[in-house]
């Protein structure tokens, strides 16, 4: 099953992403993830996208479709693999019909502005394996450390209040147009996630997967 999550930046999506991965047994592909992994180590990749990703401002789509094309063509992409955070443009949703990809089901998982900067201002990801946390609905079991692997939890800086007034800005100018694109098709779910629990938002996102 191919699955697309989208939403706002600090929706849940990267949360929801990894419960579903465990659940169905196929991978997550981050692309917001790959690009901090190659900024960390260096990379080509990473000198292209870092003046964008600074100001919360979207990477180049040829950039990103390159790095879908390429993270899709891996043995373990073959039974399925949820995409979070591509697309981001009808540009990127059009190539990826293009690569010949069937897409099975688009979740949106809508949550309003105001609560979007709240929950931001409290994620903390881990450097290490880019695990995401939340200081008050989803803490690690001991402080600033991730459970996970035990590297460091920091803040994203992109998860300051004035970039993610600006990547909420650019979400609803390029992103939120594919809703119109995806319910087109017959394939979007909105999952509204404002006053749900991370555990409350995921059952709704399982069940919209098996109807
Ligand atoms: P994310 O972790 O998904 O919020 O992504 C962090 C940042 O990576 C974004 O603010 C963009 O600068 C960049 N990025 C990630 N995915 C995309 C995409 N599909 N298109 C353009 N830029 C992206």
Same mark, same amino acid.
């Given at each position: 099953?191919?699955?697309?999550?989208?939403?706002?930046?600090?929706?849940?999506?990267? +949360?929801?992403?990894?419960?579903?991965?465990? %659940?169905?047994?196929?991978?997550?592909?981050? *692309?917001? /993830?790959?690009?901090?992994?190659a900024l960390k180590s260096g990379s080509e990749l990473g000198h292209k996208a870092k003046s964008y990703m600074a100001g919360g401002g979207l990477v180049p789509d040829e950039i990103v479709i390159d790095?879908?094309?390429? #993270?899709?063509? %891996?043995? @373990? $992409?073959?039974?399925?693999?949820?995409? @979070?955070?591509?697309? &981001?443009?009808? *540009?990127? !949703?059009? !190539?990826?019909?293009?690569?010949?990809? +069937?897409?099975?089901?688009?979740?949106?998982?809508?949550?309003?502005?105001?609560?979007?900067?709240?929950?931001?201002?409290? #994620? #903390?990801?881990?450097?290490? $394996?880019?695990?995401?946390?939340?200081?008050? /609905?989803?803490?690690?079991?001991?402080?600033?450390? $991730?459970?996970? $692997? %035990?590297?460091?939890?920091?803040? &994203?800086? @992109?998860? %300051?209040?004035?970039?993610?007034?600006? #990547?909420?800005?650019?979400?609803? =100018?390029? *992103?939120?147009?594919?809703? &119109?694109?995806?319910?087109?098709?017959?394939?979007?779910?909105?999952?509204?996630? @404002? /006053?749900?629990?991370?555990?409350?938002?995921? =059952?709704?996102?399982?069940? !919209?997967?098996?109807?």
């Amino acid at each position: 099953m191919n699955i697309i999550l989208f939403g706002a930046p600090g929706a849940g999506k990267g +949360t929801q992403a990894e419960a579903i991965s465990e %659940h169905k047994s196929i991978p997550t592909i981050s *692309t917001g /993830n790959i690009i901090r992994e190659a900024l960390k180590s260096g990379s080509e990749l990473g000198h292209k996208a870092k003046s964008y990703m600074a100001g919360g401002g979207l990477v180049p789509d040829e950039i990103v479709i390159d790095i879908i094309k390429e #993270r899709i063509s %891996h043995d @373990d $992409c073959k039974n399925g693999f949820i995409l @979070d955070g591509f697309p &981001r443009t009808i *540009t990127q !949703a059009e !190539a990826l019909d293009k690569m010949g990809v +069937t897409i099975d089901k688009v979740i949106e998982i809508d949550i309003s502005d105001s609560i979007i900067i709240e929950r931001t201002s409290g #994620r #903390r990801v881990c450097e290490k $394996c880019g695990s995401s946390y939340h200081l008050v /609905n989803k803490k690690p079991q001991k402080d600033g450390i $991730c459970d996970r $692997c %035990h590297g460091t939890l920091v803040q &994203r800086e @992109d998860d %300051h209040p004035e970039t993610v007034k600006n #990547r909420l800005k650019i979400y609803h =100018e390029q *992103t939120k147009p594919l809703e &119109r694109y995806y319910s087109n098709q017959g394939k979007l779910v909105v999952i509204k996630g @404002d /006053n749900k629990t991370i555990n409350e938002t995921l =059952e709704m996102v399982l069940s !919209a997967l098996e109807a």
